[in-house]
Structure formats: C-alpha cells, structure tokens
C-alpha cells in the first residue's frame, strides 16, 4: 500500500518571495507514523517541486494546509478524488483541527483532528485491512448511504497529553535543506519540541490547538533532533521555547550534557526560537549562557507598543520593557526579529506611534500583521458579522478582513510605509540579493 502526503499551498503575497522557506516538517511526522505502521509514502509539495511520481495509484492521499489553504485543499480532494477513484482522502492538521465542519465534503472520506498521530496510524491500518474498527475519538468519517447520500460519523475530540514517541523522517529534511531560508539565513531545518502553548493571548489561534492542553518540552530530547538533522540553523517551532527560569535551566543543563558526551566541536548549534519579552527581562542573567548553548535568533511577539491594547490582548507582557528586551539582546548578539500587530481601528497617531518606536529601537528585522480573527477562534465568531470578506487567501494577515478606521488606501498606504526599514535593513538586502 502506497500513500500519498502533501502540503497544499495557496499563493497568497507572502509567497511572492517566500523570505521564509522551510521544509513541511508536519509531512516527515505522517512519514515517520506510516513507516511505523509498514506503509510506503510519498511527500508532495509544489514548493520544492515534489510531483506525483508517475506509475503509481495511491489508495490513500493526506491533505493538508493552512487556513489560507482551506478552498485549495478541498478542490484538490476533489481532483485527487476524479484521478484516483479508489484512494480514501485524508484530511488533518492545524486549520482542519479547529475547522473540521468544514472539511465534511462528498470527496472527502476522513477528517482527522487530533494531533495524536496513532490516530491517524489507526486510519491507515483500517485501510490496510489490518483493524475492523475506527476509534471514536480524533476522526470524523463520511459513511455513503445506499440512495447515494453521505453521513457523517462525528467522532470526540481528543488531546495529546504527553510527547510523542514519534520522530520525523528526515530525508525531506536533507533533500530540501539546500532550499531553505530564514531571510537571510539559509539552510534551516525546522525542530519541534512541545505541544501547545501555556499563555492565553485573546486574539491567537495557537492557544486553542490540541484544546489548550499544553505538553512541556523535553530539552534532552529537542537537542537529539537537532543532532538528527544537519543544518546551519535550526528553527524551534514551538510558541515558546522557554516559558521559566526552571526551564532554561533545564536546557542548559542538557546542552552541558550534549557536550560533554559528544566533545565541543560536534556540539555547535544555531536555534531560532520564539520568546516573550516577559521571559527574556526576567530572565536576562542567562542570555549570555542562552547564546552560548546555540541561541542564535529570538522571534519575540511584542504585538503593540502601549499597554492599554496589551491588556485587551491578555498579551501578560509590559510595553514599558520593550526598548529594554531590545537593548538586551543586542548586547548579547542575539538576532531578534520583532512581530508587530496593527488594527483595523488605527488611527494616523497609532501608525506613527509604531513607527517612532521601530525607528527608535533600530528594529530591522521585523514583521508587522493586519490583526485577523482566524477561523475556528473566539474572536472570528465575534466578529463574523463585521468581517468584510470571508476568502481564507484574505486571511494571511496582509489583507484588511474588518472595515478600517481610516480609509483603506490610507491605512495600506500606512501598512506599508511602516515596512520601509525592514526594506532596506542589511539583512534583507543580503535576503534579496539572494533572491535574486
Ligand atoms: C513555521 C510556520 C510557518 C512556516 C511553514 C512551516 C511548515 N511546516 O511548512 C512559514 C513561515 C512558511 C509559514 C507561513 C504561513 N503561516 Co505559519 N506557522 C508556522 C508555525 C510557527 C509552526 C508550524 C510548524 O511547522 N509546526 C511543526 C509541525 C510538525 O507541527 P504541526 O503543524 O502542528 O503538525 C503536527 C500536528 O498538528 C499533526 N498534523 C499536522 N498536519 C497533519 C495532517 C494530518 C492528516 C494529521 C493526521 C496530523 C497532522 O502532526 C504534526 C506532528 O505532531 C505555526 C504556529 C504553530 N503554533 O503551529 C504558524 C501557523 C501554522 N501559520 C499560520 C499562518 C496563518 C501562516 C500563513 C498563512 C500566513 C503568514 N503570514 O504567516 C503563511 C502561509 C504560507 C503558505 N503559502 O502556506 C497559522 C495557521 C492558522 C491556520 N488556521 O491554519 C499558524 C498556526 C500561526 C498563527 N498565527 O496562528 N508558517
Ligand atoms: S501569542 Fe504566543 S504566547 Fe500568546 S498564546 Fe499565542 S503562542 Fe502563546
């Protein structure tokens, strides 16, 4: 039995340029999950140019994608579902997992919504033959009636509430890793290490993935897939690398036992992490330690620049500390990219406030999204009825989804002005010329 796996894609702005360009890692995890249960797969995403191999009829495709994604995979179930008549399509993943509703279509056979991978390992043993029965929990499954209708057997939801024993394959890794990029920073595989997150922050998606049932990191752990996978930098997905002193303690320690066991030289290592600001303050004491154990980059959500838009945000952080958090890591030669966060009801005065502080700061690597209520969240319903557009490709954080304050041209005009240091800061010119 032969499966197919792909990362559906739509083309959204940000892949004009791809300034971010990592391996589906998701995709190595199902690999790894499928070779475990004796079944061949291949991956597919257009982004690397993975194709179809010619010659083979898979009895079963995965889709997967992001919210941007949503209409892309369905038509793609669709055309798989015309190719292939006989192959059962899957689909799962981040979006599916808060949004299977919409995922309950004639061409497709299985949603599945939990991040536990025996789920979907169950599935594929059912295909198989090698299972008479699905479990209940994680899937819904289309069951075709005689007079040609679909029902749909809806299972429960459920959690992850430890680490997985499954580690990803790591020949995609190696296949692409010539092709990918952090900005400037090329040849970066993606790692991950915890499941969740523990802050609640109002406006994100990620806090309400596997329920909000949050799985602590295993550093031990994290650092061997690292050692797995040859890059130059790795990228730690996770939303937060290090949530407490405790656990950077923790991280340092197995990093002391890496070397030791494995001797200096063998040892070197280049993490891209997330952070808070609030973690990196309290905790500055250890950035030195952090950058000698392979801190490399810090992404840190700073969202907004007062305080008042904080609390509503439930973001737990203080602006007051930002120029600080910046100062800190500069000291310490930690790369930081900043992530920034406007509103549709920014005024003129809220724009240039942004812009001060960037300038201020001397922030040049940094992003800046249009606040959007994903799908699947609190704040979408909330909001449904004020949403200007409901085309997931609007949803990619660079589109206006709520009607602005200020007329729309103004505010994009404002969006974009606010880019101009990014533009022309050294590292994305090294990433353009790159590019180019
Ligand atoms: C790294 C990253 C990226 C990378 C791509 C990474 C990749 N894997 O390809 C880049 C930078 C390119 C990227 C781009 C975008 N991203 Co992004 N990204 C992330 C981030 C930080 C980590 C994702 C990741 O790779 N995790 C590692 C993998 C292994 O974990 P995982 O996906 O959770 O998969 C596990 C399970 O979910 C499960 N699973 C996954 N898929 C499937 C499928 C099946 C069938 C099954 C059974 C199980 C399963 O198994 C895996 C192992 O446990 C997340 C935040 C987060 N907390 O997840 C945002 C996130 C996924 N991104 C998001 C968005 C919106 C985008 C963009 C659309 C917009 C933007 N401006 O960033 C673009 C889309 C680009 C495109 N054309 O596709 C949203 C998605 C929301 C949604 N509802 O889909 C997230 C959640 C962030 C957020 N703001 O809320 N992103
Ligand atoms: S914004 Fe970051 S810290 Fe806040 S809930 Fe989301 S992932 Fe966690």
Redesign the pocket.
């Given at each position: 039995m032969t499966i197919f796996l792909k990362k559906v894609r739509a083309r959204t702005l940000f892949s004009l340029l791809d300034p971010v360009r990592v391996e589906p890692l998701e995709l190595c995890y199902l690999q790894a999950a499928s070779d475990q249960v004796g079944i061949e797969s291949v991956i597919l995403d257009n982004l690397f140019g993975l194709l179809e191999p010619p010659g083979i009829q898979p009895q079963a495709v995965v889709l997967t994608g992001y919210n941007t994604a949503e209409r892309e995979i369905l038509k793609e179930a669709k055309a798989y579902k015309k190719v292939y008549p006989d192959a059962k399509i899957i689909v799962g993943g981040l979006h599916v997992e808060l949004n299977r509703e919409a995922f309950r279509k004639h061409e497709i056979d299985f949603v599945l919504h939990s991040q536990d991978l025996t789920v979907f390992q169950s599935v594929l043993r059912f295909l198989q033959g090698d299972l008479l029965e699905l479990p209940l929990a994680g899937l819904d499954r289309r069951i075709a009636s005689e007079d040609g209708s679909d029902l749909w057997r809806v299972g429960t939801r459920l959690s992850v509430e430890a680490l997985q024993r499954i580690k990803p394959t790591k020949t995609l890794s190696n296949l692409v890793s010539e092709r990918t990029r952090y900005l400037d920073k090329t040849t970066v595989a993606l790692v991950k290490s915890r499941i969740g997150?523990?802050?609640?922050?109002d406006?994100?998606y990620?806090?309400r993935m596997n329920d909000g049932v949050h799985v602590k990191s295993d550093y031990q752990e994290l650092l061997r897939d690292v050692r797995r996978i040859r890059a130059n930098y790795h990228w730690l997905v996770d939303?937060?690398f290090l949530t407490s002193r405790q656990d950077a303690l923790d991280y340092l320690q197995a990093y002391e036992g890496m070397t030791g066991s494995e001797g200096e030289g063998e040892t070197k290592l280049s993490l891209i992490a997330?952070l808070?600001a609030d973690f990196i303050i309290k905790e500055s004491d250890l950035l030195g330690q952090l950058k000698v154990c392979g801190l490399d980059e810090v992404i840190v959500?700073f969202e907004a620049t007062g305080n008042a838009e904080l609390e509503e945000y439930h973001?737990q952080t203080n602006a007051l500390n930002y120029p600080k958090v910046i100062e800190l890591l500069r000291d310490h030669e930690i790369d930081l990219t900043a992530l920034f966060m406007v509103r549709p009801d920014y005024g003129l005065a809220d724009f240039l406030r942004l812009n001060q502080f960037i300038k201020e700061n001397l922030l040049d690597t940094y992003t800046i999204s249009i606040f959007t209520p994903l799908k699947g969240t609190r704040s979408y319903e909330d909001l449904r009825s004020e949403l200007v557009t409901e085309d997931p490709k609007k949803f990619d954080f660079l589109h206006l989804v709520l009607e602005p304050r200020l007329p729309r041209v103004v505010f994009y005009g404002l969006f974009y002005w606010l880019h101009w240091r990014l533009l022309k800061s050294k590292r994305m010119r090294s990433f353009v010329r790159q590019f180019f």
């Open positions: 997150c523990p802050y609640q922050c406006f994100c990620c806090k939303d937060v997330y808070r959500g973001k």
